[in-house]
């Protein structure tokens, strides 16, 4: 599981790993992103507001939504939706998106 707290003795956490290895340093696609990389952004945002008691996304989102930027909002939380088009997600915007999800 990607949110587990303990790493193994002497190296970094196998889920941590994983994610490096699936995010890379590349850009997205928004359908790819969308398959691979939203889900796992989702469920850290979910993890972080529920771990500090703010609303959940799926349970309040209209509160959830006025804790988060437009941007995070619109490609994380918002319910999946087929992408046409639209701009890439960059290596850039999926950085900005992990650290304000780091400052929930």
């Not at 587990?4 to 790819?32: H, I, K, T, V």
């Amino acid at each position: 599981d990607l949110l587990s707290p303990a790493p193994p003795a002497g190296g970094r956490p196998a889920g941590l790993r994983r994610l490096e290895d699936r995010l890379g340093w590349r850009s997205y696609d928004r359908a790819e992103f969308e398959q691979r990389i939203g889900p796992i952004l989702r469920r850290l945002v979910s993890y972080r507001l529920r771990s500090r008691g703010l609303p959940d996304p799926e349970r309040d989102p209209d509160a959830a939504r006025a804790l988060l930027s437009p941007e995070l909002w619109e490609l994380v939380v918002e319910p999946p939706q087929r992408h046409r088009g639209g701009a890439a997600v960059r290596t850039a915007d999926l950085q900005r998106l992990v650290e304000e999800i780091e400052r929930l």
